[in-house]
């Protein structure tokens, strides 16, 4: 999965561990669930699949962009800091190392931290069936939509069939989000070559313009669970 355009994960830690204490804020302060029930985590749930309701953004380099992007917000509703202009984040894993987790994760650790966001969640084969053009339907007003939402997760880019149609579609998402500077969390199983050769040369030129690359590398942990479970089960 490593390719010549990955940056070493402590790399971008340190680097952002850096600009955080010059900053003030601690870099090493967990983001877990707080005690005292959050308003507007509690609505977010709703939309969280059941299986990362519980997700934490434990990873040492999505922690630290979670608190940059915290960091950064702009004053929101009722006075609580809202999304703002930020970096985005590529994270690239082969099958289950835990990128959805992390998405999510930095979804609810943003609203564990205070931060008031507007946010939407799609995976790229969902984006362009939602997106193809049929009778009574406005993809173009839904595209439009999630180009301007202030925090997006686009999962398993490069994992859809591609054709020319989706190589524009995922141009006119990114281009936008690009060119308006909106924090953007991007998961592939893709590695920077093959994941070029599938979007176009030119979204992938601006992903690497506008986004950490965090690798996740290590087992499938949906086996690792499953192997857990069975050896559980054989010692009780
Ligand atoms: N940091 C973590 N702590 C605990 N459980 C985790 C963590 N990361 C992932 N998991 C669990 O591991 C499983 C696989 O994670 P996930 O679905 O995020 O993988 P993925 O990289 O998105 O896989 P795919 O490429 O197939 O989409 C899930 O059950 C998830 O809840
Ligand atoms: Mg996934």
């Known amino acids: 999965m490593r390719d010549r355009d990955a940056q070493p994960v402590g790399g971008i830690a340190r680097r952002l561990a850096t600009i955080l204490t010059s900053r003030g804020i601690d870099p090493a302060a967990q983001l877990t669930d707080p005690v005292e029930p959050i308003p507007a985590l509690q609505a977010a749930q709703a939309r969280i699949p059941a299986r990362y309701q519980a997700a934490v953004a434990d990873h040492p380099a999505v922690a630290a962009w979670v608190r940059e992007v915290a960091q ?10 809202g999304i703002a202009q930020g970096r985005s984040l590529l994270i690239v894993g082969t099958t289950g ?3 959805t987790y992390q998405a999510y994760g930095a979804i ?15 995976t790229a084969a969902d984006l362009y069936a939602e997106l193809r053009p049929r009778p009574g339907h406005d ?9 301007r939402c202030p925090l997006l997760i686009v999962d398993d880019l490069g994992a859809a069939k591609n ?9 006119r998402l990114i281009n936008r989000r690009y060119n308006e500077m909106l924090p953007t969390l991007i998961t592939t199983n893709l590695g920077m070559a093959d994941l070029r050769a599938h979007i176009g040369d030119r979204v992938a030129s601006r992903l690497t313009e506008m986004s950490d690359k965090v690798i996740l590398d290590g087992p499938d942990r949906r086996r690792a669970l499953a192997a857990e479970r069975r050896r559980t089960a054989a010692t009780a």
């Open 108 to 122: 609810r650790s943003l609203l564990i931290a205070g931060v008031r966001l507007r946010w939407k969640a799609t």
């Open 97 to 99: 190392t835990g990128k």
């Open 163 to 171: 054709s020319e149609w989706t190589e524009e579609i995922t141009m």
């Open 72 to 81: 950064a917000g702009r004053p929101g509703i009722a006075g609580a800091p």
């Open 139 to 147: 993809g173009e007003r839904e595209l439009m939509d999630l180009s």
